[in-house]
């Protein structure tokens, strides 16, 4: 069974600064995913990022990235220019590649999340 | 609708009622996940539909909880003789078919509350 584990609870910021999350994860898996999704007072989960484990380059989009250490297993998520948009929970979390629709039945492993507050 | 849609959106029962909570997935998405997110807490999964084939049930919590996905599309989770422990919300999710993208589309959840 996998596991993902985010220390911090919350974090707070001032607007436009740089924030990193921090998320590892244990597995005997050799092939995976990990993302980082964003929740909002809304409740819906929107993926923020993905990593196949097999790229060893860390994924970017926009102002987020990724640290992707997959001897270490971590993946902590980078914010720059951090936004007032930016204040919610974040969950990081593994999919084990099994070739199916979603991960097939193992699905989604999270982590319990860290609640990012982004003062103006 | 293009997302993947939950109703009802809030649920106030009381205690020893059943309860339904309906998912409506991405048109085309042949894997449908049920998780359940309690207070400060990461996602639960509870159940898992993958085509016409019998579902995971292996997160279930008790046999109070059930599941069915009528023609591949919508699924309705039941509850049956609601604790105040069932307080939490319950996410839907979609997937495509095919080599897993790994990526799951989420519901907006539906909040229960046991009285």
């Known amino acids: 069974a996998q596991t993902v584990t985010q220390s911090q609870p919350e974090m707070s910021v001032q607007e436009a600064e740089t924030v990193t999350l921090s998320c590892t994860y244990d597995t005997s898996e050799n092939n995976y995913y990990l993302f980082w999704y964003k929740q909002p007072p809304s409740r819906q989960m929107i993926l923020v990022i993905r990593q196949e484990a097999y790229k060893q380059q860390n994924a970017t989009e926009n102002r987020f990235s990724v640290n992707f250490q997959k001897a270490a297993k971590s993946f902590s998520l980078k914010i720059s220019d951090s936004q007032l948009g930016d204040t919610a929970m974040y969950f990081c979390?593994?999919?084990?590649?099994?070739?199916?629709?979603?991960?097939?039945?193992?699905?989604?492993?999270f982590g319990k999340g860290t609640h990012l507050i982004i003062q103006p | 609708g293009a997302g993947v849609s939950q109703s009802p959106s809030n649920k106030v029962t009381e205690k020893g009622k059943d309860v339904e909570l309906r998912c409506d997935p991405i048109s085309g998405h042949t894997a449908l996940y049920w998780y359940r997110q309690s207070l400060g807490q990461g996602l639960e999964f509870l159940i898992y539909?993958?085509?016409?084939?019998?579902?995971?049930k292996s997160g279930l919590p008790s046999d109070r909880f059930s599941a069915e996905r009528t023609g591949g599309s919508v699924s309705t989770l039941t509850i049956q003789r609601t604790q105040q422990e069932d307080s939490a919300v319950y996410l839907c999710?979609?997937?495509?078919?095919?080599?897993?993208?790994?990526?799951?589309?989420f519901g907006e959840g539906s909040r229960l509350t046991v009285l």
């Open positions: 999710a979609s997937s495509l078919s095919g080599l897993g993208t790994g990526e799951l589309f």
């Open positions: 539909f993958q085509g016409n084939s019998a579902p995971d």
């Open positions: 979390a593994f999919m084990k590649h099994s070739g199916m629709a979603g991960g097939g039945a193992d699905g989604l492993t």
